[in-house]
């Protein structure tokens, strides 16, 4: 896993909205330097505590683990707007897996979803380049690309490719 820099966001329990349930913070006890990670339950557990405790967490608890996933204690959400502060790293964006699966979906990305191929499919979609130039094409233009792509049974990137190729062409034979 790689590492992250993050910065501490100095909150309290009035300043945040309420966690959905699902969502994975990362925490430290106040006035300590160690951070662990705090899973909102969505369902009642029990864990196992790295001291032998087992402790058992009701739905909207936060279970606090190590990075590795061991699970040091569970907590209510008004001990953790108590005892922790929420770190906030800088430029994250935290997705769930169902966001993922409707991104995946609306932008057509496979393999494994990494925020490089997420930013890759975006791109594509986004605009059309010629090397390293873009152009700007509004989504309602790439939107009339793609129709035009498929009455004539060509996928997106072929039509693009043919229509640059027109561009290079006639760039070509043509004097300014």
């Known amino acids: 896993m790689a590492k992250t820099t993050t910065a501490p966001a100095e909150t309290s329990p009035s300043s945040r909205p309420p966690d959905p349930p699902g969502t994975i913070l990362r925490v430290r006890k106040r006035e300590q330097t160690l951070t662990l990670v705090a899973r909102k339950l969505t369902a009642p557990q029990q864990f196992s505590t790295i001291d032998g405790r087992v402790r058992p967490g009701e739905i909207g608890d936060y279970v606090l683990s190590y990075e590795n996933g061991v699970a040091v204690d569970v907590v209510g959400p008004q001990e953790l707007a108590r005892a922790y502060e929420t ?8 997705l769930t897996p169902e966001q993922i699966t409707r991104i995946a979906k609306c932008v057509r990305f496979g393999g494994t979803a990494t925020a490089e191929s997420l930013v890759s499919a975006i791109e594509s979609l986004a605009f059309v380049a010629i090397g390293e130039h873009r152009l700007p094409f509004t989504p309602g233009q790439i939107a009339e690309l793609k129709l035009r792509a498929d009455k004539r049974g060509m996928a997106y990137d072929a039509y693009v490719k043919r229509i640059v190729d027109l ?8 004097s300014f």
């Open 87 to 94: 770190i906030v790293p800088e430029a994250q964006l935290t």
């Open 167 to 174: 561009i290079l062409e006639q760039f070509f034979q043509t």
